[in-house]
């Protein structure tokens, strides 16, 4: 939900992940018993317990749609938790989301907002992950 970094810094990053990638795939393969140190590890978990408990279960209520929408579905499609159905034409969210916001990152017509906090930000999609790879298969 905030600024993306420029092209150069996400091509940056995503290099630095197939590295690591590399180095998990090997570990493996070596069957090594590493683990790596998780600096703030107990802060994260109790973040994580905190969002579960406590903000996850109001996330359906931040989702918006415009009247840009066009109704083709996608983020019902692409929605991991199953958590969107489509209602005379527009998209209601449940109660089960998880903020993956993969619908509001493929809607072709950028209509879904979560909060203020995404109104005419840039939306993301990894290169290398099609829209077909995120469709579910009922």
């Known amino acids: 939900m905030s600024a993306l970094p420029s092209v150069e810094k996400r091509q940056e990053r995503l290099k630095k992940a197939d590295l690591k990638l590399q180095q998990v795939i090997s570990s493996i393969a070596r069957r090594e018993e590493k683990a790596e140190k998780e ?33 083709c579905g996608l983020c019902q499609k692409v929605c991991p938790a199953n958590n969107i159905r489509m209602m005379e034409g527009k998209p209601e969210w449940g109660p089960n989301c998880q903020e993956c916001l993969a619908c509001l990152h493929h809607c072709p017509v950028n209509s879904i907002e979560f909060g203020s906090r995404t109104v005419g930000r840039e939306r993301y999609r990894h290169p290398r992950i099609t829209v077909q790879e995120l469709l579910r298969q009922d």
């Open 39 to 71: 600096y703030f590890s107990f802060f994260c978990r109790k973040i994580n317990m905190f969002w579960r408990g406590s903000l996850l279960a109001k996330s359906s209520g931040k989702f918006s749609c415009s009247s840009s929408c066009n109704s």
